[in-house]
Structures are given as C-alpha cells and as structure tokens.
C-alpha cells in the first residue's frame, strides 16, 4: 500500500450551483453588528460586478433592551446577475443572530429558504423575551425551512483565542464570523472584507487579527461542515460599461450638492440640525470638506434654514437638510426665501410621522407639507428622486432651478432611498451640463432694480458689496421692480400671482417623468419617489402577461409635468402607490379631474413588488 500523500485528507469542494438572484437578510440584535456585515456583503457584491439592491432598517429605538423585539436590526440585499429594481420580496436566507431576529423576520422568509441560526443565542431567557413559548429550534415553528444550527458565539470565541480580547471584545466579532459564513455559501471573496478590518483597526492589531480570524473562521465552517450539501454562485450582471461604485441616497445627494457647486463655479454651504435619516448628508460632505464644500452644523433647524438663506444672500449656493419635523420649523425662514427670492434648496429626507414617529423607516407623508406647507400663498419648487443613485442628479436639477428662477427648491427623499444603495457609474464632470449663473448689473438704469424681471420671471442675483447693486431686502412685501417696501393690495395680489407664475415654469426638462408602456390602455400607475423599483417590477411583470398597463414616474412633483393630464385620461383607470394616504392621488384629482384611485401603504416599510401586482389585478378586477 502506498503512504498517504499531503492531501490525502483534504476536504473535497462541495458542488456550486449557479442561480440568477438570490435575497438575503441579516438580522440580530442593535449591538450584533448586522449593518456592518450587510454593508460589507453590500460592497462585496458591487465589486463582484452583481446588480444590488438593499434595505437596512434600523431599530427605532436608540438603546432598546438587548434581545427584545425592539431591538432588531435587519439589513437586506438582492443581488443578481441580472437589472433589478427592489432589494427582493421573499427572503432567501435569513441570518438569525438570536430568537428575537428570528421571530420578527422569520414570515419574510420564502418557503424552503434557509435559515442560519445562532444556537449559541436560543437560551430559555432570549426565547421567553422573544415571545415564543417554547425553544422554535425544537419545535416544527421551522418545518417549512432549510434550518442551519451554527454555534456562532462558541466558534468566533474560540477563532479568536489568545488575542487577550475580553469577552465582551471577542464578542463583536461574531458578525464576521457570520459573515464570512455567508460569503462562503454565497461564493464571495474574502478580500474586500480583510483590507477593511486592516484599515478599519490598524491602531489596534489584536482587534484587527480577532475580526480576520473570525471571518476567516466562518468562510472555513461553510466549506467542511456536513451540514451544508452545496453552495451557489451568482454572475456578473451585464452593466454598461465604465467605473462603478456602491452608492446610498444620502451620498448620492452629498455628491449631487458638491457637484452642483462645482458646475456652478460657487462655493456651498451645506447648513444642517442633526436628525434621522437626513444626518449623513451632513456626514458625507464634511467628510470631504477638501472639495471645499462647507458644512455648518448648527444649534437648531431654525438657525440651519438662516445660514443657508445667509449663504445664498451672500452668494454661495445654500442648502439645508432634514426630514419632515425638521421641515416644519424651517417653513417660516423657507417663507422668507420665497419673498427675497433667492436660490435655496432643501433636502427632506422623509421618515415616519407625525412628531417623532418612526424616525428609523420610511414614509412619502410630507407632499402636502413639501407643495402647501407654508403660510399665505408661498409655492416652492418640488422634486423627488426615484433610486438612491437618482438623488445625485436630483440635487444638482434643484440648484439649476435654483438659480434660474430665484426660488427655493425642495428634493423629497425618504429613508428607503437614502440608506438603500445600489451600482453607480461615475459620471464625468465635462458630461454634465454647467449651471448658469446671469450677471447682475443695472440694465442701463441709473439705478440697481432688484425686481426687475428676465425672460424667467427671476430678479438679479446681486451680491453684496458690489458697487452700484446697493439694494433692501426682507420679509416685507415687494413693490415691483424696484424692491421698494409695498403694502398696495394690487401690487400684492400681483406679486403673489407673480411668484407662482415663476415657480409654475420651473421644468426639469428631460427629466421630469420616466415613462414606461403603451401611451394608452387599460391601466397606468402613477408613481413618485421610492416607489420606482416595486412599480417598474411590477409592471413589466405584468405587461408580459400581456396585460394593458403602463407606468408614469413622476419626478416633478410642483409644477406637475406639462401634460401629464393629457397622458392620464388616455387609460381607462389611472392607480396612484404611495406609502402615505393618498397625497399624490388628491393632488391629481384636484388638478386634472381624473377619477385617480389610491394604493396606499403606511407601514414604515417600502412597498413590494407583490404589493403593486396585488394593485393591479384588483384594480383591473374592479368594474
């Protein structure tokens, strides 16, 4: 018999099947570290060269008791190698860090899915406080999935042994241990991964060692255990060519901002109150303070709006950031900007209401607020972006307005998009279209009229300090023209209808709707927002089924685009999905008098794609 060789006892590769999308969601609890894991699958994935599509959602509460309902994390990505429009329905794999994950997630997951569970973690106190009445790993609660028991706590404190990492530090590094798991199942590469710890921790090595062991650790799990038959790879996704990143909504506006100034030739200044979810925008622009973008964080959302209005008076292009109680405190000096008219623009990135609500999940609740929530007659220009990569453009189509028609403008993100991320190709700086900025001067006067109008219906943008542009400004009603102080009821009702004839002319041409389908038909959903993806799977689902439908996106939100009254009454039935009560479809209504029907959703959740199908076949259904 001849000796053994080196690798006669090496484990042989298990089989990897090739499947064309798979969803997955990591959940535990707000300490577990499952928004990390997931971004880092998220980045890994982009690199892989999968369409991406993903929905962290965070815990409301700031510090809920450990292991509690309220307490879990979740974080979902689809990645696939074809286009995608939603971060997926049905989960296919769901990590479950304790019994709480499990229960608040588990009915997300399809049929047959698999499920990885932390045993360590299914002791009689978690699974009491979880609300099971018995353990649900011993029970049939798990019947209908492919169940996967990983000693997760046992395994990542063993990887790390001999680091003299407390227990409390080698703790933390069980999401690396699950991670590197899941890439294993997922046949992802380590590396991404690795050179982030190493940067992440470089000052504290043992750290660094203990979270690359733990990876490691649970990659190396997947390929021996017998309890995993296989694992599964996914194709690079056909993306047209050029340079990629994973972006989110709020770097996606930050950019979007930095780049405005740019094609402006102004510097910004970006004035902000920290608040969920609209504070990394804050984040994100510091952050790359060497473009020489300015950030000011300021005591509250009053003094914010001020300094961005003060910035705009000065010159600069000013902007501001919040959500919807944000936007409430703003809508005074937001008013004052309307009357000096001057460019301003305001990101609402909207989350649950009223008052606090669910400040951590989204909702489209603040169109009423955004188009009518201001005192006396004071419209604003309103845009919305309908992906997180979307919101780049957005920002930068709200200065160009901006500063075209000396209005403020509101861009109208949600939670969803701006903690959702997904693929985006940089563009070049020399492809995008420079702002404009008219020169102000005296147009042959003897003296500066700091209200006479251009082709636009916009007043000079003078600056301060220039000589022979001397001039008031204020709250005060304007006469027109010259800018002098007016209390003359004619010039009043002038000067209103005036303002709102300017604002009425403010199009993003181009880019005002996305249309997809027949011009005509049985069925047309109207959409704005985030809820792009579900609608656009949904229809085109749909339309294979050779069903009559067509979707309307709308990203001009006021003024509405030119003639979309015209495209609606085309179809026989026009169905508005919204994740608020029906804003959108009243406004519709209200304007072009079609008989437009609500799908409302208020749950702090996007919409899914079976959502919209279930909205169409009722509607279709319905005589």
Same mark, same amino acid.
């Given at each position: 018999?001849?000796?053994?060789? #080196?690798?006669?006892?090496?484990?042989?590769?298990?089989?990897?099947?090739?499947?064309?999308?798979?969803?997955?969601?990591?959940?535990?609890?707000?300490?577990?570290?499952?928004?990390?894991?997931?971004?880092?699958?998220?980045?890994?994935?982009?690199?892989?060269?999968?369409?991406?599509?993903?929905?962290? /959602?965070?815990?409301?509460?700031?510090?809920?008791?450990?292991?509690?309902?309220?307490?879990?994390?979740?974080?979902?990505?689809?990645?696939?190698?074809?286009?995608?429009?939603?971060?997926?329905?049905?989960? #296919?794999?769901?990590?479950?860090?304790?019994?709480?994950?499990?229960?608040?997630?588990?009915? /997300?997951?399809?049929?047959?899915?698999?499920?990885?569970?932390?045993?360590?973690?299914?002791?009689?106190?978690?699974?009491?406080?979880?609300?099971?009445?018995?353990?649900?790993?011993?029970?049939?609660?798990?019947?209908?999935?492919?169940?996967?028991?990983?000693?997760?706590?046992?395994?990542?404190?063993?990887?790390?042994?001999?680091?003299?990492?407390?227990?409390?530090?080698?703790?933390?590094?069980?999401?690396?241990?699950?991670?590197?798991?899941?890439?294993?199942?997922?046949?992802?590469?380590?590396?991404?991964?690795?050179?982030?710890?190493?940067?992440?921790?470089?000052?504290?090595?043992?750290?660094?060692?203990?979270?690359?062991?733990?990876?490691?650790?649970?990659?190396?799990?997947?390929?021996?255990?017998?309890?995993?038959?296989?694992?599964?790879?996914?194709?690079?996704?056909?993306?047209?060519?050029?340079?990629?990143?994973?972006?989110?909504?709020?770097?996606?506006?930050?950019?979007?901002?930095?780049?405005?100034?740019?094609?402006?030739?102004?510097?910004?200044?970006?004035?902000?109150?920290?608040?969920?979810?609209?504070?990394?925008?804050?984040?994100?622009?510091?952050?790359?303070?060497?473009?020489?973008?300015?950030?000011?964080?300021?005591? /509250?959302?009053?003094?914010?709006?001020?300094?961005?209005?003060?910035?705009?008076?000065?010159? @600069?292009?000013?902007?501001?950031?919040?959500?919807?109680?944000?936007?409430?405190?703003?809508?005074?000096?937001?008013? @004052?900007?309307?009357?000096?008219?001057?460019?301003?623009?305001?990101? /609402?990135?909207?989350?649950?209401?009223?008052?606090?609500?669910?400040?951590?999940?989204?909702?489209?609740?603040?169109?009423?607020?955004?188009?009518?929530?201001?005192?006396?007659?004071?419209?604003?220009?309103? @845009?919305?972006?309908?992906?997180?990569?979307?919101?780049?453009?957005?920002?930068?189509?709200?200065?160009?307005?901006?500063?075209?028609?000396?209005?403020?403008?509101?861009?109208?993100?949600?939670?969803?998009?701006?903690?959702?991320?997904?693929?985006?190709?940089?563009?070049?700086?020399?492809?995008?279209?420079?702002?404009?900025?008219?020169?102000?001067?005296?147009?042959?006067?003897?003296?500066?009229?700091?209200?006479?109008?251009?082709?636009?219906?916009?007043?000079?943008?003078?600056?301060?300090?220039?000589?022979? @542009?001397?001039?008031?400004?204020?709250?005060?009603?304007?006469? #027109?023209?010259?800018?002098?102080?007016?209390?003359?009821?004619?010039?009043?009702?002038?000067?209103?209808?005036?303002?709102?004839?300017?604002?009425?002319?403010?199009?993003?041409?181009?880019?005002?709707?996305?249309?997809?389908?027949? #011009?005509?038909?049985?069925?047309?959903?109207?959409?704005?927002?985030?809820?792009?993806?579900?609608?656009?799977?949904?229809?085109?689902?749909?339309?294979?089924?050779?069903?009559?439908?067509?979707?309307?996106?709308?990203?001009?939100?006021?003024?509405?685009?030119?003639?979309?009254?015209?495209?609606?009454?085309?179809?026989?039935?026009?169905?508005?999905?919204?994740?608020?009560?029906?804003?959108?479809?009243?406004?519709?209504?209200?304007?072009?008098?079609?008989?437009?029907?609500?799908?409302?959703?208020?749950?702090?959740?996007?919409?899914?794609?079976?959502?919209?199908?279930?909205?169409?076949?009722?509607?279709?259904?319905?005589?």
């Amino acid at each position: 018999m001849s000796p053994p060789t #080196d690798n006669a006892f090496a484990v042989a590769p298990k089989p990897l099947d090739n499947i064309e999308a798979v969803t997955i969601r990591f959940a535990g609890d707000s300490g577990d570290g499952m928004q990390l894991a997931g971004t880092q699958f998220s980045d890994t994935s982009a690199l892989v060269g999968n369409d991406i599509a993903t929905l962290p /959602d965070f815990p409301a509460e700031i510090r809920a008791p450990a292991g509690t309902l309220a307490g879990v994390s979740g974080y979902q990505i689809q990645f696939s190698s074809q286009d995608i429009f939603t971060p997926g329905d049905a989960v #296919d794999t769901l990590i479950a860090m304790n019994p709480a994950a499990l229960r608040v997630n588990v009915n /997300d997951l399809r049929p047959g899915g698999i499920v990885i569970v932390n045993e360590d973690a299914f002791v009689e106190k978690d699974i009491r406080k979880a609300g099971f009445s018995a353990n649900p790993l011993e029970d049939d609660t798990l019947a209908r999935f492919t169940v996967h028991r990983v000693k997760i706590n046992s395994m990542t404190e063993k990887a790390v042994e001999g680091l003299g990492l407390s227990n409390r530090e080698a703790g933390r590094c069980k999401n690396m241990f699950a991670l590197g798991l899941v890439y294993w199942l997922y046949d992802r590469p380590l590396d991404a991964t690795l050179n982030f710890i190493a940067a992440k921790f470089a000052k504290v090595p043992n750290v660094a060692k203990a979270n690359t062991r733990a990876l490691k650790a649970g990659h190396a799990f997947g390929e021996t255990a017998e309890m995993f038959a296989s694992h599964y790879h996914v194709d690079k996704a056909r993306l047209a060519p050029g340079t990629y990143r994973k972006i989110t909504g709020n770097e996606a506006a930050a950019l979007g901002l930095i780049t405005a100034s740019r094609l402006a030739g102004r510097d910004l200044l970006y004035a902000s109150y920290p608040i969920t979810p609209a504070s990394d925008i804050l984040h994100e622009i510091s952050r790359l303070k060497k473009t020489g973008a300015m950030t000011f964080q300021a005591e /509250d959302e009053i003094a914010a709006v001020g300094a961005a209005i003060g910035a705009s008076f000065a010159g @600069l292009l000013g902007a501001t950031g919040t959500s919807g109680p944000g936007v409430a405190l703003k809508s005074e000096a937001i008013g @004052l900007a309307v009357m000096t008219e001057l460019p301003l623009v305001i990101v /609402d990135v909207q989350r649950g209401g009223p008052s606090t609500g669910l400040p951590t999940k989204t909702e489209q609740a603040d169109l009423f607020q955004a188009v009518f929530g201001r005192n006396s007659e004071c419209p604003v220009v309103v @845009l919305a972006p309908c992906t997180p990569a979307d919101c780049f453009q957005t920002v930068i189509d709200a200065f160009r307005l901006a500063v075209r028609y000396m209005t403020p403008v509101m861009v109208l993100s949600d939670g969803y998009l701006a903690n959702g991320a997904e693929p985006w190709r940089f563009p070049k700086l020399a492809d995008l279209e420079p702002i404009r900025i008219p020169a102000a001067g005296q147009n042959g006067h003897e003296h500066f009229l700091p209200y006479e109008r251009n082709a636009d219906l916009s007043r000079p943008w003078a600056l301060p300090g220039t000589p022979g @542009l001397e001039h008031r400004i204020g709250g005060l009603e304007k006469e #027109d023209v010259t800018g002098n102080v007016s209390y003359d009821p004619a010039n009043h009702e002038h000067m209103v209808r005036l303002r709102a004839e300017k604002v009425s002319r403010a199009h993003i041409e181009g880019r005002e709707l996305i249309w997809y389908g027949d #011009d005509s038909g049985d069925l047309l959903l109207v959409g704005w927002g985030s809820t792009y993806g579900a609608i656009a799977a949904s229809v085109r689902r749909a339309r294979k089924k050779g069903l009559k439908v067509s979707h309307c996106h709308l990203r001009g939100l006021n003024p509405l685009p030119a003639g979309l009254g015209e495209k609606m009454k085309k179809f026989r039935k026009v169905l508005v999905p919204e994740l608020n009560l029906g804003q959108l479809c009243l406004i519709l209504r209200a304007r072009f008098l079609v008989d437009a029907r609500e799908l409302s959703k208020v749950q702090g959740q996007p919409f899914t794609i079976s959502d919209i199908t279930s909205g169409i076949d009722a509607a279709l259904e319905e005589k």
